[in-house]
């Protein structure tokens, strides 16, 4: 069964560093997401991507953040300038459909800013 | 925009016994509510979803029902199993922005006694 992949499974950085998450969506999917979970705390939204732009965005995703699709199969989060309230598990989920359709996940990469 | 609560936060039942999982969510306008199961460390998985056009849905032993009039659904697990312990999230669309939001509750985490 096809997967959502993510790369790395834990970065650390230091505070003001610029790091990259790395995510394959499922092959067939048209809508990417990111989401963010602070340990401990429920899975927060951070924005959602199609047809190569932004769909959504929430509160959260400043301008310190920046999604992209490098390629045809890679689907990318940019923290600019990291703070330690960055630390949390990052989820890269994909859909095959909007919102109203099953959204899945990855195994998420653990960000620690130290 | 959407608010979605979740209650209890945790819950301890006696393997074999039922679990009610409770949600309500505040835009009326949502059309889809999906079920997520977090176990350690892992991804959240998709385990059961219900759309506004039905009442109750079931796939073993775990079932979801839906109230549209009250705004609250509910996830109902019988049986259960060790395995059945981990954090259940509900959650819910954001309908502006394209459904393109999917709003989580505070999460339950479920322990199965044996």
């Known amino acids: 069964e096809p997967e959502v992949t993510q790369t790395p499974s834990h970065q650390v950085t230091q505070m003001g560093q610029e790091v990259i998450l790395r995510c394959v969506p499922i092959s067939n999917h048209l809508y990417f997401y990111w989401y963010r979970q602070i340990l401990g705390q429920k899975v927060e939204f951070l924005v959602s991507f199609y047809n190569n732009e932004i769909s959504e965005k929430s509160e959260i995703f400043d301008d310190q953040f920046s999604v992209e699709r490098p390629d045809g199969s890679n689907f990318t989060l940019k923290i600019r300038s990291t703070k330690l309230e960055d630390s949390a598990m990052y989820f890269c989920?994909?859909?095959?459909?909007?919102?109203?359709?099953?959204?899945?996940f990855g195994p998420g990469t653990r960000l620690t800013v130290t | 925009g959407e608010n979605v609560e979740q209650h209890p936060s945790t819950l301890s039942v006696q393997e074999g016994d039922s679990a009610v999982i409770k949600c309500t969510y505040s835009d009326s306008a949502s059309n889809y509510f999906p079920w997520y199961k977090q176990e350690l460390g892992k991804r959240p998985q998709l385990i059961i979803d219900i759309r506004s056009n039905v009442g109750e849905k079931k796939d073993q032993r775990i079932a979801v029902t839906l109230n549209k009039t009250a705004k609250h659904f509910s996830l109902h697990i019988t049986e259960t199993q060790p395995e059945d312990s981990a954090v259940y999230f509900c959650?819910?669309?954001?309908?502006?922005?394209?459904?393109?939001?999917?709003?989580f509750g505070a999460g339950t985490r479920l322990a199965v006694h044996p």
């Open positions: 989920a994909s859909s095959e459909v909007a919102g109203s359709g099953e959204q899945y």
């Open positions: 959650a819910a669309p954001l309908v502006s922005g394209g459904y393109n939001k999917l709003i």
